[in-house]
T-cell receptor, first 113, second 111 residues
Framework: ETGVTQTPRHLVMGMTNKKSLKCEQH?????MYWYKQSAKKPLELMFV???????ENNSVPSRFSPECPNSSHLFLHLHTLQPEDSALYLC????????????FGEGSRLTVL | AQRVTQPEKLLSVFKGAPVELKCNYS??????LFWYVQYSRQRLQLLLR??SRESIKGFTADLNKGETSFHLKKPFAQEEDSAMYYC?????????????FGKGTHLIIQP
């Protein structure tokens, strides 16, 4: 499979659950990103990884925990989320961070009950 | 702080009519501007960037530093242009980790 793949596509969880979102890119890129897309808000950058090292956090709450084990995989671990965290979470990749061209996945739609 | 404003949440035009999607930005440095597009049931993707000076799918966008604008234009709209369009900004050469997106404009082309 080519491009950026995200799983699961839909996730419903309670506030006490622990779950993870997964992203995989098959483009040979070395930078990966997590974005949050909420209704009525612009896309918000959450985390940036370049060469598997986190370079940006953007003051995201600690209930979101990213993990980048290698340049092709990115996870977003979720625990004790709030209903306001319900959103579409988009993963993206790029060749280095100096290019403005991002390649996005289809997103994981998260609903927190 | 950098900010991108897309004043129109929804824009509806008839097929064959000209289209202009507005984008204004606020940034103190040297900006690089982009337009991203998301067609129905497809993922978000780059449409064009100002430094390329290209016309993609008939769309063009000119960076106007005096008016701090980067409006997206097409002289004759086609039905397949219906999509969500997002304007984005970063520091020139600063890359994707500094991208700031606007809220998006939903373009509907009526037959």
């Amino acid at each position: 499979e080519t491009g950026v793949t995200q799983t699961p596509r839909h996730l419903v969880m309670g506030m006490t659950n622990k779950k993870s979102l997964k992203c995989e890119q098959h483009l040979g890129h070395n930078a990966m990103y997590w974005y949050k897309q909420s209704a009525k808000k612009p896309l918000e950058l959450m985390f940036v990884y370049s060469l598997e090292e986190r370079v940006e956090n953007n003051s995201v709450p600690s209930r979101f925990s990213p993990e980048c084990p290698n340049s092709s995989h990115l996870f977003l671990h979720l625990h004790t989320l709030q209903p306001e965290d319900s959103a579409l979470y988009l993963c993206a990749s790029s060749q280095g961070t100096s290019s403005g061209e991002l390649f996005f996945g289809e997103g994981s739609r998260l609903t927190v009950l | 702080a950098q900010r991108v404003t897309q004043p129109e949440k929804l824009l509806s035009v008839f097929k064959g009519a000209p289209v202009e999607l507005k984008c204004n930005y606020s940034y103190s440095g040297s900006p690089e501007l982009f337009w991203y597009v998301q067609y129905s049931r497809q993922r978000l993707q780059l449409l064009l960037r100002h430094i390329s000076r290209e016309s993609i799918k008939g769309f063009t966008a000119d960076l106007n530093k005096g008016e701090t604008s980067f409006h997206l234009k097409k002289p004759f709209a086609q039905e397949e242009d219906s999509a969500m369009y997002y304007c984005a900004l970063s520091e020139l050469g600063g890359g994707a980790d500094g991208l700031t997106f606007g809220k998006g404009t939903h373009l509907i082309i009526q037959p």
